[in-house]
């Protein structure tokens, strides 16, 4: 689903932050993604995205090189891609239930199709009573939830979680973790890029290490 | 998880497994609160309309409206009304009477009025009495004014027969042979400076009504701008979910025309009171006397309205009477005759 050949990535002219990447991302896999502070993780779920070219190398998304993908084409590969951030990037004017919808109004679905869809996913990640709220006044675990439901509401072929359980306690941690799980179960990829040791002792996956640049990938 | 919902509960708990996978329940995160019906929903809109780049650009938009509402409309009105007090003056004629010595001005005076009638062309004449012209002085004279002590010329207004083209050759000498002090005057050195001077009028308001929408253009589009930047980052979670520059830029475009319309229907609806209320707003500001009322004379409102260079009458025969009266003692008044 997802392949790097050889992709190096530099910012303006800088040294290279991502060196010589190889590596592939099969369909309903989960990995943690890892490594220290600055390492360049989210640099790699920004290639992943699309929010950035390589400045070298072959990234293959779904089939294309998205080094020949226009604007139109990289928005409707997003369409299969959810992304949870660091700091959720929620709307503050709109409601819960408007926020997780979102994906659906993008592509133009009446409300009416999706309502019942959005309702049980937000009671299904606990926000049941929470659909009416703006997101100022929801709590940080809260918010997260809300992300994460924003992400997979469209079922991406591909998740990328950016420190997801960086801003709740261990255990609402480890019902997130549950969470991907289960999605992963469901058929997504899921890379949920991490330094948190204990959330990646829960799970047995696969685990690919950023260290000075270079990937490491233990099985 | 099921193929039309995300959940299925089972034994209390919310579960999310495919139709074809029975896993034990693994997230039971909704188990602790209640819950809420499903309900058709009101949606926001994607770009929030109460913003302060919003409200800051409604608010140019609204001033810049009006100003080129006040322009256009003053231009308008002005140019409107020159066409029709020119087309008015020029339908008449007025001759003097001047006094002078060893002549009797109210036998010159009905001598000439008689001599114009008889002038092909000329459909109707109006002399002024002693009384009616004592009258027309009062704004600067006051009242109570006696014309005995003061050579204050008698003054005749002839209607010339429209689409006529009346010999004022003609008709000057048949009045200098009556009376040798009295004059003939077509209007048409006013006519050339009041259409001079409402071209220069006009001129200036369409000069001030571009640079009013030069303003309003780069006005906008810096506001446009800076709401552009303050919402940035709806414009990041809209790539996020996957939204293409199109469909951002419609949203944008809809905000920006909405916001637009907004400012434009209050900067207009606020001009349209004024030009409704311009009348009281400039009886405020307005000093000359109230009255000139009486024989041929035109009522307070309507030299208010010419004060503020806007006519919402021009058309009423007292005004008529009043831009002869204005012109015909001036004349006096600047040549200090008095």
């Known amino acids: 689903m997802v392949r790097f050949e050889n992709v190096g990535l530099r910012y303006g002219l800088g040294p290279e932050i991502l060196r010589d990447l190889n590596f592939e991302i099969p369909a309903h896999s989960f990995q943690f993604l890892t490594g220290p502070s600055g390492a360049g993780k989210t640099s790699l779920l920004k290639l992943l995205f699309l929010s950035l070219r390589p400045t070298r190398g072959l990234v293959n998304l779904f089939g294309h090189d998205v080094s020949l993908l226009g604007k139109d084409q990289i928005a409707d590969l997003r369409k299969r891609i959810g992304i949870v951030l660091q700091d959720f990037r929620l709307l503050d004017h709109m409601t819960t239930y408007e926020n997780v919808a979102l994906p659906f109004r993008v592509i133009g679905r009446q409300e009416s199709s999706y309502r019942k869809e959005v309702i049980d996913l937000l009671r299904w990640v606990g926000l049941g009573d929470r659909m009416d709220a703006l997101p100022p006044i929801l709590s940080g675990g809260e918010k997260q939830r809300a992300a994460i439901a924003r992400a997979v509401i469209s079922r991406p072929h591909l998740l990328l979680a950016d420190e997801p359980t960086g801003n709740v306690d261990p255990t609402l941690g480890r019902r997130l973790l549950r969470l991907f799980i289960e999605l992963n179960r469901s058929g997504t990829a899921v890379i949920i890029a991490t330094h948190d040791m204990a959330l990646m002792d829960q799970y047995d996956a696969r685990r690919l290490v950023l260290h000075q640049g270079r990937l490491h990938i233990y099985e | ?338």
């Open chain 2, 1 to 338: 998880m099921t193929r039309d919902g995300w959940c299925c509960t089972r034994d209390g708990f919310i579960s999310m497994s495919r139709t074809d996978q029975q896993l034990g329940p693994l997230v039971d995160l909704a188990r602790e609160r209640p819950q809420v019906p499903a309900k058709a929903r009101n949606l926001s809109p994607i770009v929030p309309r109460g913003s302060i780049a919003g409200s800051a650009l409604v608010a140019v938009v609204a001033i810049m409206t009006f100003l080129a509402s006040m322009t256009t409309g003053t231009v308008l009105l002005v140019s409107a009304s020159a066409a029709e007090w020119q087309s008015e003056v020029a339908s008449e004629i007025t001759i003097q009477v001047r006094p002078s010595p060893g002549h009797d001005i109210e036998r010159d005076a009905a001598a000439v009025a008689e001599a114009v009638r008889a002038q092909p062309g000329i459909v109707d004449i109006r002399p002024f009495s002693r009384e009616e012209s004592a009258k027309l002085l009062e704004p600067w004279l006051g009242s109570g004014l006696s014309l005995d002590e003061l050579p204050v010329p008698r003054v005749i207004v002839a209607r010339v027969q429209p689409g006529t083209a009346l010999d004022l050759e003609a008709l000057r000498h048949r009045v200098k042979q009556v009376s040798p002090s009295a004059s003939v005057d077509d209007h048409r050195a006013w006519i050339e400076r009041m259409r001079s001077m409402t071209g220069a009028t006009v001129i200036a308001g369409i000069g001030i009504l571009v640079l009013v929408i030069i303003a309003t253009i780069i006005s906008v589009s810096f506001a446009t701008r800076g709401a552009m930047a303050a919402n940035r980052p709806i414009v990041e979670v809209l790539h996020f979910v996957g939204a293409g520059d199109r469909f951002i830029a419609n949203r944008f475009l809809r905000h920006f025309l909405r916001l637009g319309l907004e400012g434009g229907i209050i900067g207009g609806g606020i001009a349209m009171l004024f030009f409704g209320f311009s009348e009281s707003i400039a009886s405020w500001f307005s000093g000359t006397p109230v009255g000139l009322s009486g024989t041929g004379g035109a009522g307070g409102a309507d030299r208010r309205n010419h004060s503020l260079g806007v006519a919402t009458d021009p058309a009423c025969d007292a005004q008529r009477n009043r831009l002869t009266e204005q012109y015909v003692l001036q004349i006096p008044l600047r040549q200090k005759t008095f």
